[in-house]
């Protein structure tokens, strides 16, 4: 390989990197037995959806389409803090993914929000971290679709990551994707 050729590889891994900048990533550091007790769960429309609860990777299997609900829980609970004024309605279709959902005004997990990058989450880049599994959620107003990040990081309460890729709303595998392209 001539030297031309390998600075042409690294000019195009550079680029790479540029152009998906935003991963998703959640806090699967820390305490892993968080609040959901189920490893898995059935979609509505009877697919299993994997959990990572021993720290290995999600197995999620594809399912519903974009706005249907997946039966994850009967019943959790979440609160939207004041810095995420403007973005409710997004956060609540994000919660809405996975059905059960509650919105109260102070019990469950808390939902913060912030301009920048997400911070303590174990990557510098993270737009959204879910800490301890629903132990408390910070979502980044970068993101194009807020509601999907939202999503995603509620997915996190039960499931893990489900593949590297761009994350979207055609199932919740997809979902789960690794980055918010």
């Not at 769960?41 to 999600?58: M, R, V």
Request: charge should be neutral.
């Amino acid at each position: 390989m001539t030297m031309k050729q390998r600075g042409l590889g690294v000019l195009l891994a550079a680029m790479l990197l540029l152009a998906f900048p935003f991963a998703a990533h959640a806090a699967e550091g820390g305490d892993a037995s968080g609040p959901a007790a189920a490893a898995t769960s059935t979609t509505a429309d009877g697919h299993l959806l994997a959990g990572d609860q021993g720290g290995q990777g999600a197995t999620a299997v594809p399912s519903k389409a974009k706005g249907s609900p997946v039966t994850v829980q009967l019943a959790w609970y979440y609160y939207i803090s004041s810095s995420c004024s403007g973005y409710e309605n997004a956060i609540v279709a994000g919660a809405n993914y996975w059905g059960g959902g509650v919105r109260t005004a102070s019990s469950g997990t808390p939902v913060s929000c912030t301009p920048g990058y997400v911070t303590g989450c174990g990557v510098s880049n993270a737009v959204g971290c879910n800490w301890n599994q629903g132990g408390r959620i910070a979502l980044s107003t970068m993101v194009r679709d807020f509601a999907l990040l939202s999503a995603h990081e509620f997915g996190h309460n039960w499931y893990g990551h489900s593949a590297q890729g761009c994350a979207n709303w055609n199932s919740a595998y997809d979902v789960m994707k690794t980055m918010m392209c």
